[in-house]
C-alpha cells in the first residue's frame, strides 16, 4: 500500500482505473491460503490505517483507493536467476479474492478504482512521502 498524490493504471493506452486526487495505491497478491477472512482483515486495515495527513485514515479523509492486482509480489528469488511464483494463488483463485477486496472496501465507504486482472497493466503514481506500507493478514 502507498501513499500517493495521484495515481492510474492503463492496459492498451486505455485508462482503466485512477485516483481522483491523492489516496491510495494498494498492491494486492493473493498467495494459496488467503480467502474471506484475509480479505476482510485487509480491507479493514487499509480503510482505518492512520498513514495519511494528521494521522487520519482513508474513511477519515474519505480518499479514493486503487487496486490493482500484482501476483508478482509473491516472487519467490531464493535460488537461481529465475523468479518462482509457486506461492502465487493461481488467477480463477485470485480474481474473486481481489474482486471481493475491492467490494470490501467499498463497504468501508471508499471509491474504489481498479486495474484490469490479468492483463498487462502501466502503472502510474506519484508516492507521497514516500510512504509504503507492507500488510498481511
Wanted: charged share 20%; aromatic share 2%; proline share 5%.
Amino acid at each position: 500500500m502507498q501513499r500517493a498524490l495521484s495515481g492510474r493504471v492503463t492496459v492498451e493506452g486505455e485508462e482503466v482505473g485512477a485516483l481522483d486526487g491523492p489516496g491510495l495505491v494498494v498492491l494486492a497478491g493473493v498467495t494459496h491460503t488467503d480467502g474471506p477472512e484475509q480479505v476482510a482483515t485487509i480491507a479493514k486495515k487499509i480503510a482505518h490505517l492512520r498513514i495519511l495527513k494528521d494521522e487520519k485514515s482513508a474513511v477519515d479523509l474519505a480518499v479514493g483507493v486503487l487496486l490493482i492486482s500484482q501476483f508478482t509480489l509473491y516472487a519467490d528469488t531464493a535460488k537461481g536467476r529465475r523468479p518462482s511464483w509457486n506461492q502465487a494463488a493461481p488467477g480463477p483463485v485470485a480474481e474473486p479474492l481481489v474482486q471481493a477486496l475491492a467490494d470490501a472496501l467499498r463497504g468501508h465507504g471508499l471509491k474504489v478504482a481498479t486495474g484490469r486482472f490479468g492483463a498487462d497493466m502501466q502503472v502510474e503514481l506519484v508516492n507521497d512521502g514516500p510512504v509504503t506500507i507492507l500488510l498481511e493478514a
